[in-house]
């Protein structure tokens, strides 16, 4: 006759060591990963749990990935040891006039006609200018930066022309009547017997000529 087998009454037991995600086997049971750390491994033996990396922490147990440093911070660690990745104030600010890399792992410096901001650098607007990166200021009076945004430096008015504010992008230039040195900040009115019959003029004409 034939022998059929028959099943057996307890379920087949699962194979040791296969753990979830967010955790791994200790060699008697599956336990949470530790802060600072992290597993995204399923249908594996893992024996522990691996390390943020770069620019990354982890401040909860049992975790499947780790948390990226806000912008204007960074966490250089190379992933070796698990209490530097543990909370946010793992993540270090960066120094006045850097932004943090979009991996977060260092910083860097701005670049002239830019200003940290918002973990990143911005142009500076109109009428300021940045030659180091650090911050941008504002052009003097007698002063302009000649572009829209995004300046580095700040140049002095030519003669003929001139600048009565601060920020300002692009100098006046002298109307028919007057004249101005460089830099100037107003311009200044022929006198009497002189004459300026174009606009822009450094200086007046005699009459007498």
């Given at each position: 006759?034939?022998?059929?087998?028959?099943?057996t009454e307890q379920p087949t037991p699962v194979p040791t060591g296969?753990?979830?995600?967010?955790?791994?086997?200790?060699?008697?049971e599956c336990l949470l990963c530790q802060t600072g750390t992290y597993s995204e491994a399923t249908?594996?033996?893992?024996?522990?749990?691996?390390?943020?990396?770069?620019?990354?922490?982890?401040?909860?147990?049992?975790?499947?990935?780790c948390?990226?440093?806000?912008?204007?911070?960074?966490?250089e660690d190379d992933g070796l040891n698990r209490t530097k990745h543990d909370e946010t104030s793992?993540?270090?600010a960066c120094e006045s006039g850097k932004y943090s890399s979009s991996d977060r792992a260092s910083c860097s410096d701005c670049q002239g006609g830019t200003e940290p901001a918002d973990g990143g650098c911005a142009s500076c607007i109109a009428g300021t200018y940045s030659a180091t990166g650090v911050s941008?200021?504002?052009?003097?009076?007698?002063?302009?930066?000649?572009?829209?945004?995004?300046?580095?430096?700040?140049?002095?008015?030519?003669?003929?022309?001139?600048s009565a504010d601060k920020r300002v992008v692009n100098c006046t230039?002298?109307?028919m009547g007057k004249f101005a040195d460089s830099r100037a900040v107003n311009c200044t009115k022929c006198e009497t017997g002189?004459?300026?019959?174009?606009?822009?003029m450094s200086s007046c004409e005699s009459c007498e000529n």
């Open positions: 006759p034939t022998i059929t087998s028959v099943p296969y753990c979830e995600p967010g955790t791994y086997f200790s060699g008697t249908g594996e033996q893992i024996s522990s749990c691996t390390v943020c990396g770069e620019g990354k922490y982890q401040n909860a147990t049992g975790q499947t990935s948390i990226l440093c806000p912008s204007g911070r960074f966490l793992s993540c270090m941008c200021l504002d052009c003097g009076m007698g002063d302009a930066t000649g572009k829209a945004s995004g300046a580095s430096t700040c140049t002095s008015c030519s003669a003929g022309k001139h230039s002298c109307e002189k004459f300026a019959d174009a606009i822009e």
